[in-house]
């Protein structure tokens, strides 16, 4: 949809690994409630093998998010 892929830039991790970003767009998520909620400035990481979404980012962007009992509500 609406992907910039002129960003660049790298993300590092708490292992002082870092990896290139090679873009920013959005993902829309699609609630249990069938609500459409957006998450913008996610990056894209083409080397890592997994998605990962940034809790702070989350945060910041107004979801609440609760960790109870090892389950993880957004």
Same mark, same amino acid.
């Given at each position: 949809? @609406?992907?910039?892929?002129?960003? %660049? @830039?790298? *993300? !590092?991790?708490?292992?002082?690994?870092? *990896?290139?970003? !090679?873009?920013?767009?959005? #993902? *829309?998520? &699609?609630? !249990? &409630?069938?609500?459409? %909620?957006?998450? &913008?400035?996610?990056?894209?990481?083409?080397?890592? %093998?997994? /998605?990962?979404? /940034?809790? %702070?980012?989350?945060?910041?962007?107004?979801?609440? *998010?609760?960790?109870?009992?090892? #389950?993880?509500?957004?």
């Amino acid at each position: 949809s @609406d992907f910039d892929s002129g960003m %660049r @830039d790298s *993300v !590092k991790f708490g292992d002082d690994s870092a *990896v290139e970003i !090679k873009g920013v767009g959005f #993902v *829309v998520f &699609t609630a !249990k &409630t069938g609500e459409h %909620r957006l998450l &913008t400035g996610v990056y894209c990481l083409p080397a890592l %093998r997994n /998605s990962i979404i /940034s809790l %702070r980012q989350l945060d910041e962007n107004g979801s609440r *998010v609760e960790i109870e009992h090892g #389950v993880l509500h957004i």
